[in-house]
């Protein structure tokens, strides 16, 4: 067994004995150890939230007086996450629609989402971007002034430019990567801190086409 694998089961069985759903929750808790994005009290979004282990770590940092909202396009079962949590089933780019209250703004978005890869990966990075940049684009519409983002990212010749965009809406932007995610996973995490961008009311704005673009063609 490699020293990789170690650490994968490592973390798989961490979370076992801890009661998370999925390794992962230990990115978000490692992000929020060293990047501080959650609060007591905040209001938290978590695009992507399946099967739930995010949901369950941000519940834990706002506490009972703050609430957590996730949708994912799979059903999330809320059984054994606390009352704070609100749990949607649908697509991020349309939460009104999937039942999330056009009034409703928060001091973090947590973004796990991926699409589903192709094992090209240049192909996967290019689509790890749009998934990304629906990320930035619900920003404006759903995030408090001074609100936080953290987004996933395939790393990638359009990273760059990514890190440029989340520069034009938030104060901070820096990317992290996890001791938790796998150390061969191009994988990283997108902190951003400071919403300063102009708030977009999501009741009049449409919602940009379903699905992340197709890479350029050549790649």
């Given at each position: 067994?490699?020293?990789?694998r170690d650490i994968h089961d490592?973390?798989?069985?961490?979370?076992?004995?801890?009661?998370?759903?999925?390794?992962?929750?230990?990115?978000?808790?490692?992000?929020?150890?060293?990047?501080?994005?959650?609060?007591?009290?905040?209001?938290?979004?978590?695009?992507?939230?399946?099967?739930?282990?995010?949901?369950?770590?941000?519940?834990?940092?706002?506490?009972?007086?703050?609430?957590?909202?996730?949708?994912?396009?799979?059903?999330?079962?809320?059984?054994?996450?606390?009352?704070?949590?609100?749990?949607?089933?649908?697509?991020?780019?349309?939460?009104?629609?999937?039942?999330?209250?056009?009034?409703?703004?928060?001091?973090?978005?947590?973004?796990?989402?991926?699409?589903?890869?192709?094992?090209?990966?240049?192909?996967?990075?290019?689509?790890?971007?749009?998934?990304?940049?629906?990320?930035?684009?619900?920003?404006?519409?759903?995030?408090?002034?001074?609100?936080?983002?953290?987004?996933?990212?395939?790393?990638?010749?359009?990273?760059?430019?990514?890190l440029k965009d989340a520069k034009?809406?938030?104060?901070?932007?820096?990317?992290?990567?996890?001791?938790?995610?796998?150390?061969?996973?191009?994988?990283?995490?997108?902190?951003?801190?400071?919403?300063?961008?102009?708030?977009?009311?999501?009741?009049?704005?449409?919602?940009?086409?379903?699905?992340?673009?197709?890479?350029?063609?050549?790649?």
């Amino acid at each position: 067994m490699t020293k990789q694998r170690d650490i994968h089961d490592h973390w798989f069985n961490q979370a076992k004995r801890d009661g998370y759903r999925s390794r992962a929750a230990y990115k978000l808790k490692q992000i929020d150890d060293r990047r501080h994005v959650l609060r007591k009290g905040d209001a938290v979004l978590d695009l992507g939230c399946m099967p739930g282990s995010w949901l369950q770590v941000a519940a834990e940092q706002v506490g009972a007086k703050g609430e957590v909202w996730g949708i994912d396009l799979k059903a999330t079962t809320p059984h054994d996450l606390p009352a704070t949590v609100h749990v949607l089933c649908g697509d991020a780019a349309h939460l009104i629609e999937a039942g999330l209250p056009s009034d409703k703004r928060f001091n973090a978005i947590v973004s796990d989402m991926m699409p589903n890869t192709t094992g090209s990966r240049e192909t996967d990075h290019f689509r790890s971007v749009g998934v990304c940049e629906l990320a930035l684009w619900l920003a404006p519409r759903w995030l408090k002034p001074g609100g936080n983002l953290v987004m996933k990212l395939l790393e990638g010749s359009e990273m760059p430019r990514l890190l440029k965009d989340a520069k034009a809406l938030f104060t901070k932007v820096k990317p992290f990567k996890p001791e938790a995610s796998r150390s061969e996973s191009t994988e990283i995490f997108i902190v951003s801190h400071g919403f300063v961008g102009t708030a977009i009311d999501p009741r009049t704005d449409p919602a940009p086409a379903a699905g992340p673009p197709e890479p350029p063609e050549g790649w």
